[in-house]
């Protein structure tokens, strides 16, 4: 039997969270060893040629960016950046598993956002939903304890990074090969970063922090790759709670690779906004499935006589 369009799309975007994951414990792996500027460029620089190969193969290298298209692409840019260096900065001084947890927000957050500023219609099981949510990330952080520290709060603010770069990315049009948006993010963040270096002592860099570097951009590419293939294949709704297999990676990874294990409360509050998010895709589904049933029986009734 052939595999439906999708199981393809779910098994894409567990392939994604998987090469994202696996990203960010490379990275992790040279914390202290290799400055945080110094390793973001490296990383840039790799994957800049990569995904500008794909994209000449693709035929896409030398498209211009509509003009209407520059202040999304510039907020875009960024949310990208600021995400890399909250993300990567938490991600050097906290369990990858805590951090991992903390993004699990961003379907929520996202949401909020389109609400806030899109003006898109939220209905009162995903507003509870969303705060029911936030309650979870709040168990995660725990703000006021000992636990607590600063780069708690980066982690929330990548999350918010990430959300500016969402948000930018609805305002882009149909017409822009998401391709040419990605390499255009790539050399900018490799820019800013070579930029930010020359600020930093660089550190020699051995046969095996190279090789790390290498397998941290060869599984970013393959992140990037895998989840511009699955938004062209399947249900959105039924594909997007695979995203949160990337909790399970860091988990596992954490374990494995680091000797890290969360709280149980940790566990709790990621739990809490795992099952919020799937909550409030499961109920943005439904709206979607409404609405193109609504369509199509407009369209099957036809024009009202005069």
Known sequence: MARSDNITGALLMMASMAAFTLNDALIKMLAGEIPLFQLMFMRGVLTTIAVAIIAWRMGVLGRALPRADWGPVFFRMVGEIGSAY???TALFNMPIANISAIMQ????????????????PVGWRR??????????VMLIVRPGTEGFNVYSVYGLAAVAFVTLRDMATRRLSRDVPSMTVTLITSVFIMAFFGLASLSESWAPVDARAALITGGAAFMIIGGYLFSIMVMRVGEVGFIAPFRYTSLIWALALGWLVFGEWPQTITLVGAGIVVASGIFTLYREMQISRRARAAQKRQLSLGPRPR
């Not at 927000?105 to 956002?113: E, G, K, N, S």
């Not at 507003?127 to 979870?136: D, E, Q, S, T, Y």
Request: zero cysteines.
């Open 86 to 88: 909250f993300f990567v």
């Open 105 to 120: 927000a961003l379907p929520l957050t996202i949401t909020l956002a389109a609400a806030l500023f899109f003006r898109e």
């Open 127 to 136: 507003i509870v939903a969303i705060m029911v949510g936030f309650v979870g």
